[in-house]
């Protein structure tokens, strides 16, 4: 059983950084894609950035590009989200997914496997 469990997150001056962890368990992964998503109150779950386990490969939304970084460390089974410069608008709770197909794109339903979500609060 694939499990991903979440940590970091918290609250941010604007401007600030933080960094999620994406710790994964019950499978092989190798050639699994993973993607963070974050979802703001009232609004649909939306893409944040995508990378193949291996990291040769990443995606990002406009919106986080030049201020996001996603990557991996496959030693440790972990996928991480380094978040900088932040925006009140980057206010959300944030999600991990893994996807079995390597796909590591900005559709939710590429995405077998969800973690638990944290809360990101970027204050003005």
């Known amino acids: 059983q694939v499990q991903l469990v979440q940590s970091g997150g918290g609250l941010v001056q604007a401007g600030g950084s933080l960094r999620l962890s994406c710790a994964a368990s019950g499978g092989t992964f190798r050639s699994y894609g993973m993607g963070w998503f974050r979802q703001a109150p009232g609004k649909e779950r939306g893409f944040v950035a995508g990378i193949h386990w291996t990291g040769r490969l990443t995606n990002y939304a406009d919106s986080v590009k030049g201020r996001f970084t996603i990557s991996t460390d496959t030693a440790k089974k972990t996928v991480y989200l380094q978040m900088n410069s932040l925006k009140p608008e980057d206010t959300a709770v944030y999600y991990c997914?893994?996807?079995?197909?390597?796909?590591?794109?900005?559709?939710?339903?590429?995405?077998?496997?969800w973690g638990q979500g944290t809360q990101v609060t970027v204050s003005s």
């Open positions: 997914a893994a996807g079995t197909s390597g796909s590591f794109d900005s559709r939710p339903h590429e995405y077998d496997y």
